[in-house]
């Protein structure tokens, strides 16, 4: 167990590099990033996700989840800083009032180390760009049990502190990847795998395609749609009808209709 260290000013160095890392060009310079929340902590550590430094503030970390997941972090062979009050409030985000707060090293995210068992379901997500609509999405993704997340050319870093969030901790999945493009597409047609794109405009319901299959679907930004490298000939469009003068949903509650469609229909 590592002995906890004190810090009282704002103005630590420590704690300035680490609030700094609500910056995504600060998080790609220092190769970490931020996490808030006992229970994002938590999954992070039973995911694997190495550790480099804790704040706690102790008056704040009174429950029992709280108190678990110090003496976790005890044993992490991460820095531990006890900080007051004042210190905490300069690096929580979004009001989080857990008591704990830690830094973490960015893990490896390439698709080169992705395996795909047989009949896989893989969500893609080319160029999103709300942190929000990732997050939760990968919650989704969670939820049905996919064997892959690829996010393409993202626009967000995979660790936004909005998508850690939005995701409840799910984005520190091992089955998560980051790659471009013509990477995504050439390993899932080298597997085999059925490529089905949102797309408002297509032709199919999405009830009329089996998922049953080795299946990837692929969703794009709200703002611009998917790029034109999805619309070759072994790339099938689906939409969700819509009755109202809206041509779509939201990225994100489209990804949740259409993947616990897929298991609806493997189940």
Request: glycine residues 8%; hydrophobic residues 40%; contains cysteine.
């Amino acid at each position: 167990m590592n002995p906890r260290h004190e810090i009282t000013s704002r103005q630590n160095e420590r704690v300035k590099h680490a609030a700094k890392l609500r910056d995504a060009r600060q998080r790609t310079k220092q190769g970490r990033f931020i996490i808030d929340g006992v229970r994002e902590i938590g999954r992070a550590l039973d995911a694997g996700i190495g550790l480099a430094e804790v704040f706690l503030c102790p008056q704040m970390c009174s429950s029992p989840a709280a108190q678990e997941l110090l003496s976790r972090l005890d044993h992490s062979g991460a820095v531990v800083a006890e900080v007051t009050g004042d210190v905490f409030e300069k690096l929580a985000f979004g009001g989080r009032s857990d008591g704990v707060v830690v830094v973490a090293n960015t893990p490896d995210r390439n698709i080169d180390s992705l395996e795909l068992p047989a009949n896989a379901l893989v969500v893609v997500l080319e160029r999103l760009e709300k942190p929000g609509n990732v997050g939760a999405i990968l919650r989704s993704a969670d939820g049905v049990g996919v064997d892959a997340v690829i996010v393409v050319d993202p626009q967000t870093d995979l660790f936004n502190p909005n998508t850690i969030r939005a995701s409840v901790g799910t984005v520190f999945s091992r089955q998560i990847y980051t790659a471009t493009t013509e990477q995504t597409l050439a390993r899932l047609r080298h597997w085999g795998v059925c490529l089905f794109a949102a797309r408002p405009e297509a032709e199919l319901i999405y009830t009329e395609i089996d998922f049953s299959q080795s299946t990837a679907i692929v969703l794009g930004s709200e703002a611009t749609g998917l790029s034109s490298a999805w619309q070759q000939a072994d790339v099938k469009g689906i939409r969700l009808p819509m009755k109202g003068i809206a041509d779509s949903l939201n990225v994100s509650t489209t990804a949740a209709v259409l993947l616990y469609e897929a298991r609806r229909q493997r189940e």
